[in-house]
């Protein structure tokens, strides 16, 4: 018997189908093996469905999902042709691009998940932390990039007037401030409410997504699905049934958190469920297409590009970046 979830995926084929159907390509002769590789955590949740219900076979594709630890995995499958979909931070999709790997962007799912945790309630603005020692993370990436230039666009310089501390990871950052050695720390999701949980007073101080739309009135575009170019071109239906997934898991697990977190405990996505309900959000978390999403990711990528050419591998991306 079909689950409502198979079900669901089956008539999101259909439609795709005859969206894709009307641009002329060719008919496939049959379903193509399509990959999805996930990445574990946060970015993940969203294929929570998928991974359980896989092999999920449609008209043009015969989809398995993956889960793969970190961002550099990722990168390898995909500059390999391993696997036709995944997930990245979107400056890590720029990079890859630059350096002539054939991906597109297909669409943004988490438009951030940082924030400035801590236990100093006096922290209230982010002028607030001049004069502080802040425990950092990702030292030159993403999250380095946004906390510096938040800052300074907030008139506080990142390098004279707060102490930014980069020895620990995200584990490890989560323990200390649990156990009270830590007063003022960025972290993403779901680290913020394994702490939350477990700590007292702790509390999220600062959104940065909140900063970022302050600073752009527009969203902070932090993670995106990218698909192979060559794949795409080949089987423009077969990927289009691939991203129909991937947005009706997004859609599956926001419109019920609670079930989210049980789907995610049956996973190697390496969260545990409950966290995951009462994560979610502050995951902002939607599926936006390439097309729509395009003017947002410019104004990031134009923002690293001004702050540290090398986030997105030397150059701003042209057009083409986005599948269309």
Excluded: C, K
């Excluded at 680290?191 to 949980?197: K, N, P, Y």
């Amino acid at each position: 018997m079909q689950t409502a979830r198979q079900v669901i995926y089956l008539f999101l084929f259909i439609a795709t189908t005859l969206v894709v159907g009307a641009t002329g390509h060719a008919e496939q002769s049959g379903p193509v093996d399509i990959t999805i590789a996930s990445l574990r955590g946060p970015t993940g949740v969203g294929m929570a469905p998928a991974l359980l219900d896989q092999p999920i076979v449609g008209e043009h594709a015969r989809i398995s999902v993956e889960v793969v630890p970190e961002p550099s995995v990722m990168v390898g499958r995909l500059a390999a042709g391993e696997v036709a979909v995944g997930m990245l931070p979107s400056n890590v999709a720029a990079q890859l691009y630059n350096r002539g790997i054939p991906v597109q962007i297909a669409a943004v799912t988490l438009w951030g998940v940082l924030y400035v945790v801590g236990t100093d309630e006096t922290v209230q603005e982010w002028t607030d932390l001049r004069g502080r020692s802040v425990q950092a993370i990702a030292r030159g990436a993403g999250p380095d990039i946004m906390l510096r230039h938040i800052l300074s666009r907030n008139g506080v310089d990142p390098d004279s007037e707060v102490e930014l501390d980069y020895r620990y990871g995200h584990v490890e950052l989560a323990q200390l401030l649990i156990a009270g050695e830590v007063e003022t720390a960025v972290l993403p999701e779901p680290f913020v409410t394994q702490v939350l949980s477990r700590a007292d007073g702790v509390d999220v101080r600062l959104d940065f997504q909140e900063a970022w739309q302050d600073l752009y009135d527009s969203r902070y575009p932090q993670t995106v699905i990218v698909v192979r170019r060559d794949i795409a071109e080949e089987n423009p239906e077969a990927i289009a049934e691939a991203l129909a997934v991937i947005r009706s898991g997004w859609d599956t697990v926001l419109a019920d958190p609670d079930a989210a977190g049980g789907l995610v405990d049956r996973t190697d996505l390496g969260l545990p469920g409950a966290v995951v309900t009462a994560a979610l959000p502050r995951f902002n978390a939607e599926y936006v297409g390439a097309a729509d999403a395009a003017d947002r990711l410019d104004e990031y990528f134009r923002v690293l590009f001004a702050a540290e050419p090398r986030a997105i591998g030397g150059a701003l991306p042209d057009d083409d970046i986005y599948l269309r």
